[in-house]
């Protein structure tokens, strides 16, 4: 049963990304959340870091989606982690399509108050360790 609450939860967060819902996202995460993204700085803390940083992504798209891929999940009794592939794309504002990219994602959740909250999640990218740079065209 709680596993798939948190699968409910990870669809209702796609679902968010896709709509743009920020209020709606919010939700989903712990107030002290703290966040490895792809993006600067090293962490993300607090839901309000965890916000701006999403709020920025948005301002991208016009439309965004946001697909997770072969999601597998580890459940306890008030703590759950787990990993998967995840791809943000759409239509940039400029009307330009783009299939973004895939990015490696671990989740990991909290149970507070019988709801699972995320509390910590990281999204990484391969890179290339003889040039530094990220290898961004990789598939699951």
């Known amino acids: ?3 798939a609450e948190i699968r409910r939860r990870i669809d209702k967060l796609a679902e968010g ?12 995460y712990a107030t002290d959340v703290v966040s490895f993204d792809v993006e600067p700085p090293l962490q ?6 965890k916000a701006k940083n999403w709020a920025n992504a948005f301002t991208f798209f016009r ?7 072969d999601l597998v999940l580890t459940v306890g ?3 759950a982690f787990g990993h998967a592939f995840g791809r943000l794309s759409g239509t940039l504002q400029n009307g ?3 299939n973004g ?8 959740f909290r149970k507070i108050d019988g709801d699972w909250l995320i509390t910590h999640d990281q ?18």
């Open 17 to 28: 990304i896709g709509a743009k819902d920020l209020e709606g996202v919010k939700q989903l």
């Open 44 to 49: 993300h803390v607090g839901i309000e870091a």
């Open 101 to 108: 990219m895939w990015v490696r994602v671990t989740l990991c």
């Open 63 to 69: 439309d965004v989606t946001y697909e997770v891929r």
């Open 77 to 79: 009794d008030d703590v």
């Open 123 to 140: 999204a990484s990218v391969p890179f290339d360790i003889s040039t530094g740079k990220g290898v961004a065209d990789l598939e699951p």
């Open 96 to 98: 330009v399509a783009t």
């Open 1 to 3: 049963m709680d596993e």
